[in-house]
């Protein structure tokens, strides 16, 4: 057995100041059991706690280190923008830069802003929708997470959907009341949605491929029909892509599936790990954000020069080395093929589902195509195996509803590692 003794320790200091000792709630242990190691150190694949385990990581800090940890060129911008100054409140040249890089991605992304969290492209995102077509209704789905916005609080993944709670405590019903949220991969729920509310819904906002239940795949054609339903309606698609962009391929999950919507969210891997939102579509639409038009949206650390340094930096890599994608799609391929063998080898009932380097293993017979399906999972033994990994220094999301992620550092000896632990974590859980 690894000891966490001080990561014990860190934990109940954290506690002391810190609501759960965590600043956002995934990161808590409390679905899987057992103690979160406190992270001091990361290296392309690997990660080293506190009381100097070593783990191979899974998580990427949910998303973002598609490139490992400390990448040199990430890490090396970083220094040189901080010399230069932490931060201004003006504009600097670094921020058109990006927005030209992300666009050279998502051509559909007419005009870009640049804001410092997910939770803010996506809440503006929907404000932005609301002001374009006059209209006040939004729909989303089930298992879906857009960030912590009041309106999007309904039905929603991720750390929602592990903890089992509906929506938040402090959300008034009146705020809430023109969230629509429908099934996801159920087209005859979204058009009874429009029958229902002719003229009335603004925008349809969905995760093109879904993190935030466990990976689940859009059925074949949902997209497409989803971006056809929007138009016929007079409605926006809004994709967001803040855990799918740069991730499913350069240009997303829109270029993966041939889709353009009317706006995108961006998150993630486009601050290299530092904290950068965006969102950004149609010029038309676009123009209505102050100070062109009279849709309000600002932010003091917008736009910031390290994130901005560290953003091109990630996405400039990417960009220029497009073959990452090849090898993501090969290594998580045989990683999540090799660890379903071992399962079923194993007698333990599960559903592999896999997108590019985002997956999750369901422990339950599936298919797992929605919220619904997904929630029939045994959680428990997920926590098992959870457990079982973790203690054999594979480090995976602490959630059965979260994806877990493959970055361009992990070798195929990383892989072959991963499921040779998967191997004893399923003989240990069977004995
Ligand atoms: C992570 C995530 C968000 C929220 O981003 P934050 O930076 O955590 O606020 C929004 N949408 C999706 C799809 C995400 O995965």
Redesign the pocket.
Known sequence: MRTLTESRRLQARAEAFIPGGVNSPVRAFRSVGGDAPFLVRGSGSRLWDADGNEYLDYVGS??PLILGHAFPPVVEAITRAAQNGTSFGASTPSEADLAELVQSAFPAAEKIRFVS???EA?MTAIRLARAFTNRKYIIKFEGC???HADALLVKAGSGVATLGIPGSAGVPEEVVQFTLALPYNDIAAVEQAFANFPGQIAAIIL?PVV??MGLVPPGHGYLQALRDLTTRNGALLII?E??TGFRLAFGGAQELYGIRPDLT?L??IIGGGLPV?AYGGRADIMNLVAPLGPMYQAGTLSGNPLAMAAGIAAVTHLKEHPEIYKHLEANSTALVQGIAIEAHHAGITMTANRVGSMFTWFFCPGPVTDWDSAAKADTAAFGRFHRAMLDRGIYLPPSQFEAAFLSAAHTESDIGHTIAAAKEAFAAAAG
């Open positions: 949910w998303g969290s997910g939770t996506t997470y857009h960030g995760e993190g935030n967001d803040v855990m969210t998150g993630k939102g």
